[in-house]
C-alpha cells in the first residue's frame, strides 16, 4: 500500500460516526496516580493486567475505533496472550501510540513548558510502525494566567507539533495534533476562548508551513470552558464557546477533533460533546479522545483485583456507548442510569 493509501484508511478507520478514542498512553508517573487513587500499587504487571482488561473487553470496537498506547504497552503481550496491537486489531480498532517525550520548563519564558521527542523521532517512528502502530500523539501543553501562554510558547509549541506530524504522515502514520489548553486556574471561559483562539491558529500556520496535509490528521483540543477554580459553565454555553472559536480557525479540511478530557467528570465530558453535537452539521466530525473521563469508572471498578473483571469491562463499555451517543448528538442524562 503507499503512504497516502495508508494515510487514508488509517483516517477513514478512525473517523466514524459514533465512534471515539480511547487514550490509554499515561506516562509511569501519571498512571502511578492514578493506581494510588483506587489503591493500587503502580507494577508493570497490574499495568498490563489493567489494560489488557480494557482492550478485551467484549463489543469496545462498536465504540471505540482507537487506542492511544503508552511505549511500554505497544510491545506487552496481553493476558490473552497475543500482542496488545493485535489484541486490539482482533476488536477492529486501531492500535495508536504517544511519541511525544513530555514536557519540560521553556527557557526565558517563566511559567511556559515546551514539548521534548523530536530527536530520533523518525527512527522511532519506524519501530512503532513494525510494532504495529498507524497512528500517532503528540501532546503541547499551555497554561493559562493573565500574561501566559506567552509568544514564545505559543509559536515553539505549534513548531514541534508540525514537525511532529510531518514526520509521521512521510512514514504512513496518522498524527494527533493535541494542543492542550490547560483547565488550571481561575480564568474566565472568554479568556479561555482567547488563548485557545490563539494557540490554535499558531498551531495551523505552522502545519501549513510545514506542508502538512491537513485531510490526514486529527485535532485533539481541550474544550473551552471557564478554569477549574471558577463557576462551571454549562454544556450548551461551552459548545457555544467551543464552536464559536473552533469554526475561526480549524480549516474545513480537517475530518476530525477529538476532544481530551482534561479533568473534566466522565458525565460532564459526555454532556459537553453531545451539546456540541446537538449544534447541527459542521464542517469536521466531532467526537472525543478522552483518558481520565473513559477510564476512571473502570478503575474504580477494578481495584487491582482481576476478579472484578466483569465490572470493569461494563464500567468502560458503559462510557464508551454513551460518549459513542454524545459523537451523534444522542445522549441524554438518563442515559447514565
Ligand atoms: P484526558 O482526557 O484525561 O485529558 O487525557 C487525554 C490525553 O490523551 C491527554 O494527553
Known sequence: MSIQAELNSTIQALIQPGKGILAADESHPTIAKRFKAVGVE??????????SLVFSTPGLGEFIS??????????????ERVTIPALLENQGIVPGIKVDKGKKPLVNAPGDEITYGLDGLDDRLEIYKNQGARFAKWRAVYTISETLPSRQAVEANAEMLARYAALCQAIGIVPIVEPEVLIDGDHTIERSAEVNEVVISEVFNALRRHRVQLETIILKPSMVTPGKECAKASPEEVA??????FRKVVPAAVPGISFLSGGQTPEEATSNLNA???HGPQPWYL????????????????????NNKSYTQAAMLKRARLNGAASQGLYTPDMET
Do not use: H
Open 66 to 79: 482507537g487506542v492511544i498506547l503508552f511505549e511500554e504497552t505497544l510491545g506487552q503481550n496481553s493476558l
Open 276 to 278: 456540541m453535537n446537538c
Open 287 to 306: 467526537s472525543f479522545s478522552y483518558g481520565r473521563a473513559l477510564q476512571e469508572p473502570a478503575q474504580i471498578a477494578w481495584a487491582g483485583d482481576l
Open 42 to 51: 503502580c507494577t508493570e504487571s497490574k499495568r498490563l493486567e489493567y489494560r
Open 240 to 245: 457555544e464557546a467551543t464552536l464559536k472559536v
